[in-house]
């Protein structure tokens, strides 16, 4: 939570159902977000209710458009209320993504048989461009060698 000021809590409440009207039975509500929770010598929260933070993640069939949210703002028994939006958008990807299980990026083992293949393309690519150029160049030199030489008077 955002916001240090002396007994000050939030509520995040999440329009799930897209009605317009928070049902606490079918929408997200998060539990009471504070500044800072206490916690004990060993690191362990004195309160197991505490939270400083909430996450809501939609699900993975959820019904594209724009879902209301609000963040109800106690602080010293005054409540505000932030009316929000958040628009969900379908996820459409055109490429062939990788597999599940599938290690892409930085820190993944490199196949040498894609680095040995690029490597071998390029070396054909070259062989194959210095060939057309001595063969250029024999056209060339065949050419200069039939000329007939003029003669110095």
């Known amino acids: 939570m955002e916001d ?40 362990a929260l004195v309160d197991e209710n505490c939270a400083v933070s909430t996450t809501y993640a939609f699900g993975m069939n959820a019904t594209v458009g724009t879902y209301a949210f609000w963040v109800h703002r106690t602080s010293n028994e005054t409540e505000t209320v932030w009316n929000h939006t958040v628009a969900v958008h379908k996820d459409v990807h055109e490429e062939e993504g990788p597999t599940p299980g599938d290690c892409f990026g930085a820190g993944c083992p490199v196949d040498e048989s894609d680095v040995t293949a690029e490597t071998s393309t390029i070396a054909n690519i070259e ?18 060698l039939a000329m007939p030489k003029k003669e110095e008077e």
């Open 127 to 144: 062989d194959s461009l210095l060939t057309v150029l001595m063969g250029v160049s024999l056209v060339g030199i065949a050419f200069v």
């Open 4 to 43: 240090s000021t002396e007994n000050t809590s939030m509520v995040v409440r999440v329009d799930v159902n897209q009605d317009g009207v928070f049902n606490a039975s079918d929408d997200f509500e998060s539990s009471t977000l504070v500044n800072e929770c206490e916690l004990n010598e060993t690191g």
